[in-house]
């Protein structure tokens, strides 16, 4: 039994699942439950249940919701029996990718600033002389047109 939910982007996710028929019979044994369908839900931690759908044992959905976005999500397959629900398996939790810049990514900035001045220095200058990056572009396209035996211009 295995229930796997993994982000796309920031307002995507994909999930997976395949609940096998021993896991629904041993759960549905001893309680008194004539109808029910197999749910499967995706929760965040801030709202609670944001979408379900109904499902097989089997398969895989995507969901689309722009309540993701930063937030920890998870999956859930259960039983909806009418009067309640029952959760049989839960996935993976994480939290959601977004698409606003974090001020974390701000102080990660700021650790590689002092390596900024080298990198642009290596770009322009390149290993033999001073090319801009149309001048290394050329350089390898001449490279590449000398073996071919054509003109470059």
């Known amino acids: 039994d295995i229930l796997m939910i993994l982000p796309i982007d920031a307002k995507r996710a994909y999930d997976y699942w395949e609940l096998t028929k021993h896991k629904l019979e041993t ?16 929760c965040t931690n ?26 920890e999500a998870w999956a859930e397959i259960g039983i909806d029996y009418g009067d ?3 959760v049989i398996i839960r996935s993976n939790s994480f939290k959601m990718p ?11 900035y700021m650790t590689v600033r002092s390596q900024i001045e080298k990198i642009i220095y290596l770009s322009i200058k390149g290993m033999d002389g001073y090319y801009s990056s ?3 572009y050329k350089n390898v ?3 590449i047109s000398s073996k071919n035996n054509s003109e470059w211009r």
Do not use: A
């Open 27 to 42: 759960y549905l044994q001893g309680n008194i439950i004539n109808h029910f369908k197999i749910v499967l839900r995706l």
């Open 46 to 71: 801030e709202d609670g249940t944001i979408s379900e759908v109904k499902v097989s044992e089997n398969g895989n959905y995507f969901f689309n919701n722009g309540m993701l976005e930063g937030k």
């Open 84 to 86: 309640g629900f029952k």
């Open 98 to 108: 977004s698409e606003k810049i974090s001020d974390r990514d701000d102080i990660t």
């Open 134 to 136: 149309i001048d290394l």
């Open 141 to 143: 396209l001449k490279s």
